[in-house]
C-alpha cells in the first residue's frame, strides 16, 4: 500500500522528528513486520507462478528437485532453502521484499479473523419466493 503526501506534508513531518531528536526525546523504534510463515510465503510463491501462468513442474526443473517437493514446500510443509528461495526470486523477477509484501497481502484472507473485531451479519433470506410465477400465468398453482 503506497501512501502520497505533499512537499509540505514531508517538511513537517522531518522537521517535528528532527526537533524531537535534537530535544533529547525518544523517538519510537521503527515497525518491522514479522517475516511470514513458510505455509504463507509458500502461498505466495504458489499464487505467483499461477498469476505468470507457470506450471510448478518449470520451477522443480529449475530448482533440481520433484515436483512433489516443490509442492510440499508451497504448502508450507518445507520452507525454502536459501539457495532455493534465490532461484524462486530470480525466476519470477521479484525482490525478497516484494515476495514478503505479497505474502504478507496474501495472508490478510488466508489467516482466520481476529475476534475482536466485529463480526459481519448473516444476510437476511428474501421476503419474496424468487421461484414463484408470474401472476397470470398457466403454471401458476399447477403441479407437474
Known sequence: M??????RELELIVGDT???YLEGESLPAPQTP???TPAVLGAAV?????RRDVHPKALADELGLT???VRLRMRGVYPFR???MET???MLDLTLGELH??????ARFTEPRDPALPSIPEPTAPAIDVWAQPPRSLRRGRAY
Not at 509484501?101 to 496474501?106: D, M, N
Request: glycine share 4%; charged share 40%.
Open 2 to 7: 503506497m501512501m502520497s503526501i505533499d512537499r
Open 18 to 20: 528532527l526537533r524531537r
Open 34 to 36: 514479522d517475516p511470514p
Open 46 to 50: 504458489r499464487a505467483e507462478l499461477a
Open 67 to 69: 515436483t512433489a517437493t
Open 82 to 84: 536459501d539457495d532455493e
Open 88 to 90: 524462486v526470486l530470480r
Open 101 to 106: 509484501a505479497l505474502a504478507r497481502h496474501g
